[in-house]
């Protein structure tokens, strides 16, 4: 990107006039091997075109695009004139920027420069600059625009106290990148302004990027200082940008409004109030911006002129963009916006100057004084990217396609291609009749086939969620906001798609669990409407089981699905231990993950077998190879049914060697039927589930009451709990975790429970009340450091010595290869291990567990994960200590022989799964399996470790 530095400028130039100015500045980018000679040319031809002075003492003499192909490396010199130089119209220049750019990037100069134009004193200051320090800071420090919009607002967030308010106001600040990662501690060491009315205000310059204000209101009422506490005001302050909010704020707590901020209830009406974002009530119209080099000074020059012929405010938008609305009639903010081409435009004027709308759009498309080349007709909104999918090849009738098992069973059934869509359509409409009746047309199709979904549906939560979407598309706020854009004449997908766009991002910017869900399903319900009005059909669910084909399986697709109608899922993308395929064993879906992009290309309706369990794929299978496998699967059916009989029986080898076979679970609910399925104990409880469960951080109370629930129907069986991982894929969302570049490397599990100590204190003193004479096993997560152990361990025994209990044992997670290699030390000082395969692998691999591509590599029975393992297993055993399995490998029907001949003590899997497990060690003899593994550690690859288990 262009930056201005020092080197590039060159001070006490001197030059009697524009000309000579124009032949230093070329003569500089040719000596510094920017341009060619001749580049002089292009920046006299432009000056000629109309003259490049900005403002401010400050022109930007360019070449013309005739003269682009002079420029050999993009970039700027910066000539100080002090005495000036007359640059036409009366206009003298202290300071010329000679740009050589190919592209567009000066733009990106232009929005720096913005800056600077908004300070009067600007040009006198550059005349007296001595040194190019002193320029550059002229350039750079003028103050910059505060940021307040919907994404800095966060009313009714769940909070417990006052630091918790802060965080969240933080958090918001911290996702627009106003601050970075410390601002929320640089708030704590501030002292609260109380405002009155239970507004409270805080603020620092320090760990500021950029200056933004966030005010977030806490969803039940809370106390400060004997204060009541009903709204935060966070400022990342830098110079005086807050200087006009803070003063219209004070204006309101003068005229005793501050209530009616806090009843507004909506954001929209809170940033009317503070003069943020533009009210929601405001005529708006968008454009698509069609100048070749984008909204640069001459255009911009043009449409802020026009902008100041209307007695009343106009603002416009990059629809998409970071920035939030500026007015039309300062130039110097039009440039901030570095509007390229293409680029869609959003005005929106005060309601008494309507008339401005159809003025600003005409003049934009006839393109500001500019030849513009129009836009392609149609606009294409892709949404979501589609695979691509041209270099892929079809797979043949007969062919069989290899990806990851993820799921045990055979499934067959017509193909139910899911692909995601691509919507061409024009910005602008016919007119706004024909546009409204296209979308009546268009909703009443939509409506009628939600509706046979709800009649089809079995499972009430799926036929809630389409309850749920015709509810939505009834919205009468919808419909009126998608009727004016109508109105202003925009084509029927367009207002359809800015409606439901703003609407969904105003719910996820509450960040809030629930809202954020209704934002999911309101980008659903939008996309069908959508693709009826782009004229794209969805493929119709066939009427019989069919087999899912989908590029990948969200865990909120998985949700969705009716085990009923879905036989089996098949994706091009994916691996075995993302979460995802994780909830589809749990619905007991038969699953092949990772099979490639090429499947996005089986036709709709063609037979598919699937085989969940060796992770294969047969498309339009022969008659007798169907049979086969239908008969196999009725095998396994039998084998199955065998496996149940016999699921409370203990699982011992042939020769007499015990592994005890556990459940992992997410809630406390249901666990009687866990018991049933033969668990002989809970061997994972996922603690962070619970708390996702929650719409806020359960109380000590809440959470006694669910451990007790456990521990009550385990009937005296053990019960192994986590404390929470969240972080990494499974943020919780009323926890603010700051944005990370690498979150599974980041603060995740215990690295961050041990930063909110108090959240774990709450959690083991509930646990350890609920425990009574209970065996109780409580595990750490993500351990990478003896410290972390130690520091969680003392927790544990202090509260111990607090709330005494029979049975405890104290251990950890195996899930990072630190923690595997460190474990002859940490096994003198654990009661147990559990090993969680799923991270390990994919620490141990360096490959993301949901990785869309890589994470099919992410096979548990790699050797290394396996060397790691046994290095474990013979750590804790020389010191007398258990290791249990609990990722999904302890599940994996390879995996079975190979983890018993590692002499692993526990094998904690889906409940569904443990009848089967149990009866894979009856089948074993130990002495085998110990053989087996042996030679299963001196391999090079997962796939030579599995044709290794398949001879046995
Ligand atoms: C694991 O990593 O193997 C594990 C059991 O934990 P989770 O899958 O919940 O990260
Ligand atoms: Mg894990």
């Not at 967030?157 to 918790?164: E, N, Y």
């Not at 996820?508 to 004229?535: I, Y």
Request: with cysteine; net charge negative; charged share 20%.
């Amino acid at each position: 990107m262009l930056e201005f530095t020092t080197a590039q400028i060159s001070m006490g130039q001197t030059a009697v006039d524009k000309s000579a100015a124009l032949q230093l500045l070329a003569g500089h980018l040719v000596r510094d091997g920017l341009v060619a000679e001749g580049y002089l040319a292009g920046l006299q031809a432009r000056e000629a075109q109309g003259s490049t002075f900005l403002g401010q003492g400050i022109a930007i003499p360019h070449g013309t695009p005739q003269t682009r192909d002079l420029v050999h490396v993009t970039g700027v010199r910066l000539m100080q004139f002090p005495e000036g130089v007359d640059w036409g119209d009366g206009q003298r220049v202290f300071l010329a920027i000679a740009i050589a750019a190919r592209s567009d990037e000066h733009l990106l100069l232009l929005q720096q420069l913005t800056r600077a134009l908004g300070d009067a004193d600007m040009a006198e200051a550059l005349s007296r600059a001595d040194s190019a320090e002193a320029v550059l800071h002229l350039l750079q420090g003028a103050p910059r625009e505060l940021l307040l919009d919907e994404r800095t607002l966060g009313l009714g967030v769940p909070a417990d106290d006052f630091d918790d308010l802060l965080w969240q106001g933080a958090r918001l600040l911290r996702r627009v990148e106003c601050v970075d990662g410390d601002f929320a501690g640089r708030l704590q060491q501030v002292d609260p302004l109380s405002l009155g009315d239970g507004l409270w205000w805080l603020h620092s310059e320090q760990a500021v990027r950029q200056p933004g204000l966030a005010f977030v209101t806490p969803q039940q009422p809370l106390r400060h200082q004997g204060q009541p506490i009903n709204g935060l005001f966070c400022l990342a302050s830098q110079g005086e940008a807050h200087q006009a909010v803070l003063e219209r704020l004070c204006g309101l707590l003068v005229e005793g409004r501050g209530q009616e901020l806090l009843r507004a209830g909506n954001v929209r009406t809170v940033l009317g109030m503070l003069g943020g974002a533009v009210p929601t009530d405001w005529p708006s119209a968008r454009i698509a911006l069609a100048n070749p080099h984008g909204l640069h000074a001459r255009p911009a020059k043009i449409l802020a002129q026009l902008a100041k012929e209307f007695d009343g405010e106009v603002r416009v938008q990059v629809v998409d963009g970071n920035a939030p609305a500026v007015s039309v009639k300062s130039l110097s903010k039009l440039l901030s916006l570095g509007a390229r081409r293409g680029q869609v435009l959003e005005f929106s004027v005060e309601p008494r100057i309507a008339e401005a709308l159809p003025a600003l759009l005409a003049a934009v498309e006839s393109g500001l004084g500019e030849e513009v080349e129009a836009l392609p007709a149609v606009t294409q909104v892709a949404i979501d990217t589609p695979a691509p999918l041209t270099t892929q090849v079809k797979p043949a009738d007969g062919s069989t396609l290899q990806g990851i098992a993820a799921a045990p069973g055979i499934a067959s059934g017509p193909a139910h291609v899911h692909l995601l869509q691509t919507f061409d359509y024009p910005l602008r409409g016919e007119s706004p009749a024909l546009e409204r009746q296209r979308l009546q047309d268009a909703l009443a199709r939509v409506r009628a086939e939600i509706d046979g979904l709800i009649q089809r549906s079995q499972a009430t939560a799926i036929r809630e969620i389409f309850i749920t979407h015709l509810e939505m598309l009834a919205d009468p706020g919808l419909g009126d906001e998608v009727e004016l854009r109508l109105r202003q004449g925009e084509s029927a997908p367009a207002a359809w798609l800015a409606v439901i766009d703003a609407a969904a991002r105003q719910q996820e910017a509450l960040q809030d669990a629930l809202l954020a869900e209704r934002a999911a399903d309101l980008r659903d319900v939008g996309r069908r409407v959508l693709a009826q009005l782009c004229g794209i059909s969805e493929t119709p669910e066939p009427d019989q089981p069919y087999v899912l084909v989908m590029a990948e399986v969200g865990p909120s697709d998985v949700a969705r699905l009716d085990p009923t109608r879905v036989a089996g899922i098949l994706t091009a993308r994916g691996g075995a231990t993302a979460h995802s395929a994780i909830v589809a064993r749990a619905l007991g879906i038969p699953a092949v993950v990772g099979a490639g992009d090429a499947v996005l290309l089986i036709a709709p309706g063609t037979a598919l077998l699937l085989d969940g369990q060796r992770g294969r794929v047969t498309v339009a299978p022969a008659a007798d190879q169907l049979e086969k496998a239908l008969a196999e699967r009725e095998q396994r059916e039998e084998r199955l049914r065998a496996a149940h009989a016999s699921r409370h029986e203990p699982a011992i080898t042939r020769d007499g060697h015990g592994v005890e076979v556990f459940a992992n679970i997410g809630e406390s609910s249901g666990i009687d039927k866990v018991v049933e399925q033969g668990a002989e104990g809970v061997g994972l409880l996922r603690t962070e589930l619970i708390f996702m469960a929650h719409p806020q951080l359960p109380d000590e109370a809440t959470q006694e009451a669910e451990y007790r629930r456990v521990l009550d129907g385990l009937g005296g069986r053990p019960l192994v709990v986590r404390t929470p991982d969240v972080g990494g894929d499974k943020p919780l969302p009323y926890w603010p975790i700051d944005k990370e570049e690498n979150p599974f490397l980041g603060v995740r599990g215990i690295r961050l429970t041990l930063q909110r100590p108090q959240v774990m204190e709450s959690q083991l003193r509930a646990l350890l009340r609920a425990a009574d004479e209970r065996p109780l096993r409580i595990m750490f997560p993500m351990v990478g450091q003896v410290e972390e152990w130690r520091q969680a361990r003392q927790m544990v025994e202090r509260l111990r010595g607090e709330i005494p209990v029979a049975d405890l044992q104290v251990g950890i997670m195996i899930e990072v290869p630190s923690a595997a290699l460190l474990a002859p030390v940490l096994a003198a000082e654990v009661d147990f291990f559990s090993v969680g395969t799923n991270d390990l692998t994919q620490y141990t691999l360096a490959i993301d567990r949901g990785h869309p591509s890589l994470s099919a590599q992410a096979d548990g029975l790699h050797p290394a994960v396996l060397n790691l393992i046994d290095m474990t297993v013979r750590a804790a055993h020389a010191h007398g200590k258990w290791v249990g399995v609990c990722g999904e490998l302890a599940g994996d029907p390879q995996a079975v022989p190979i983890l018993v001949g590692l002499e692993v003590d526990e094998l904690s899997v889906a409940p569904r799964g443990i009848a089967e497990v149990k009866a894979q060690v009856r089948a074993l003899s130990i002495e085998q399996a110990r053989i087996l593994a042996r030679q299963a550690l001196s391999l090079g690859s997962a796939g030579e470790v599995r044709a290794l288990v398949e001879t046995l």
